[in-house]
């Protein structure tokens, strides 16, 4: 019986005039930290604050790179292409 009488008699805020969910508010505001609070590693800061634009550097050499390579593929290859009609046209026998 001393249990309800404390759980009417203490006000309790609730988040909207209907809701049934009580608001709960931190009895103390302390600033506690471990003694033995661990130190940010600086790998990690680096690659934190860095990793998009090494990131973003990295995407456009290799995509600078596949450009260049399949541009120096095709010109090859149309290279090859001309050295081979040139060959043939060389070579061609005439008609008598």
Do not use: C
């Not at 404390?6 to 909207?16: E, F, I, N």
């Not at 809701?19 to 009895?27: C, G, K, L, V």
């Not at 130190?39 to 998009?52: A, M």
């Amino acid at each position: 019986m001393l249990a309800i009488s404390r759980l009417s008699a203490r006000r309790v805020a609730y988040s909207s005039p209907g809701s049934i969910r009580p608001i709960f508010r931190a009895q103390s505001t302390s600033t506690y930290q471990p003694p033995n609070a661990p130190k940010p590693n600086p790998h990690r800061d680096f690659y934190k604050n860095n990793g998009r634009p090494i990131f973003k550097s990295f995407l456009i050499a290799v995509a600078t790179y596949e450009v260049i390579y399949w541009s120096w593929l095709k010109l090859e290859s149309l290279e090859t292409v001309q050295e081979t009609n040139g060959m043939f046209h060389y070579y061609r026998p005439t008609k008598a």
